[in-house]
Nanobody
Framework: QVQLVESGGGKVQDGGSLRLSCAAS????????MGWFRQAPGKEREFVAA????????YYADSVKGRFTISRDNAKNTVDLQMNILKPEDMAIYYC?????????????????WGQGTQVTVSS
C-alpha cells in the first residue's frame, strides 16, 4: 500500500517560515506527479502547489505564488514545500498527494494517494 507521511508543521508568527516534507513509500517517485493541498476550518480543500514527475515544472495557486516553493528528491522519495512570508490565511492542515497523471492538475480528484496531513498555524 502506498503511504505518504507529512512532517514539519507547527506554529509560526505572521511573516515567518516553515518547511514541510512528505515522505513516500511503496511507490516509484518518478511515476507520480506530486502536489500539496490545504484545508482550513470551514473551507474546502484547495490546491497549493504541484510538481512534475522529474521536477522540471512547478505550479502554484495564485495565493501562494512567490512565497511558497515546491521541490522533490526522487532518490529519497520526498517532496518538500518551503513556505515563506506566512499569513494568518495560510493556517490550515496541509496534505501531500500523488497522482499517476503526467499532465498538470489542480483538481484534488485527480490525485490517487493522500497523506494524513500536518497542521500549520500562523499567529497574527
Amino acid at each position: 500500500q502506498v503511504q505518504l507521511v507529512e512532517s514539519g508543521g507547527g506554529k509560526v508568527q505572521d511573516g515567518g517560515s516553515l518547511r514541510l516534507s512528505c515522505a513516500a513509500s511503496r511507490l516509484t517517485s518518478s511515476n507520480y506527479r506530486m502536489g500539496w493541498f490545504r484545508q482550513a476550518p470551514g473551507k474546502e480543500r484547495e490546491f497549493v502547489a504541484a510538481i512534475s514527475r522529474f521536477g522540471s515544472a512547478t505550479y502554484y495557486a495564485d495565493s501562494v505564488k512567490g512565497r511558497f516553493t515546491i521541490s522533490r528528491d526522487n532518490a529519497k522519495n520526498t517532496v518538500d514545500l518551503q513556505m515563506n512570508i506566512l499569513k494568518p490565511e495560510d493556517m490550515a492542515i496541509y496534505y501531500c498527494a500523488a497522482s499517476r497523471s503526467s499532465s498538470p492538475t489542480r483538481n484534488p480528484n485527480d490525485y490517487d494517494y493522500w497523506g494524513q496531513g500536518t497542521q500549520v498555524t500562523v499567529s497574527s
